[in-house]
């Protein structure tokens, strides 16, 4: 069983709708990572948090310590929101656990 | 400021061949992690350096191995080439090793296309 499991594996939305990826695992965590990693392979970081919630223009992420669960919502999606949304997970020995990816398609 | 630099970007070599790939870190960060990412799946943490020493290994065989230079650029040797080493191989930085440094935001490459034939 992975560390990290992501649910979808992938969504199809159209645009406008509020998408919800969620992540729970099962370590202990230093921090919870949300990435996007768009097809040609390079990733960039969303959100990294440890508790509580965070927003950033159209998206939030908000995580639960104590039910090992985050949450990444999108709001009023759109096409260039396609990519895939990886959930990843580090502890406090420097170490990442990462989730298998959400692949998100928007369509117009 | 560039942020996290692999080369090259896509690679080809064939079963039994022996390949390097190369990272350089994020200005100002001094740890560099190496990922496997196979298709379809989530990466997996092969190893991470810092002061040019090998501090953290994942689940890879020693195949697989690795280097970190005085200025923090790194790079991910695989010898005896299988089909399965073909994956995008992701590099990323951060900047401390110690106990609290995995709240320190990593950085990811873009990563580099290793393709096995």
């Known amino acids: 069983k992975n560390e990290v499991e992501q649910s979808p594996q992938n969504l199809t939305a159209q645009e406008g709708e509020f998408i919800t990826i969620n992540c729970s695992y099962s370590?202990?965590?230093?921090?919870l990572h949300w990435l996007q990693q768009h097809p040609g392979g390079g990733i960039v970081s969303l959100f990294m948090l440890s508790s509580g919630k965070k927003k950033h223009g159209r998206l939030i992420a908000t995580i639960n310590i104590q039910e090992k669960h985050s949450s990444l919502h999108i709001t009023a999606s759109h096409p260039r929101d396609s990519a895939v949304y990886i959930c990843a997970v580090s502890n406090t020995g420097n170490q990442f656990y990462f989730g298998t990816g959400t692949s998100l398609t928007v369509i117009p | 400021d560039a942020g996290v630099t692999q080369s090259p970007t896509h690679l080809i070599k064939t079963r039994g061949q022996q390949v390097t790939l190369r990272c350089s870190p994020k200005?100002?960060?001094?740890?560099v992690s190496w990922y496997q990412q196979a298709l379809g799946q989530g990466p997996q943490f092969i190893f991470q350096y810092y002061e040019e020493e090998e501090r953290q290994r994942g689940n890879f065989p020693d195949r697989f191995s690795g280097h970190q230079f005085p200025n923090y650029s790194s790079e991910l040797n695989v010898n005896a080439l299988l089909l399965g080493d073909s994956a995008l191989y992701l590099c990323?930085?951060?900047?401390?090793?110690?106990?609290?440094?995995?709240?320190?935001?990593?950085?990811f490459g873009a990563g580099t296309r290793l393709s096995v034939l």
């Open positions: 370590v202990g965590i230093s921090a």
């Open positions: 200005s100002g960060h001094d740890t």
């Open positions: 990323a930085s951060r900047k401390g090793w110690h106990r609290g440094a995995a709240k320190n935001i990593q950085y």
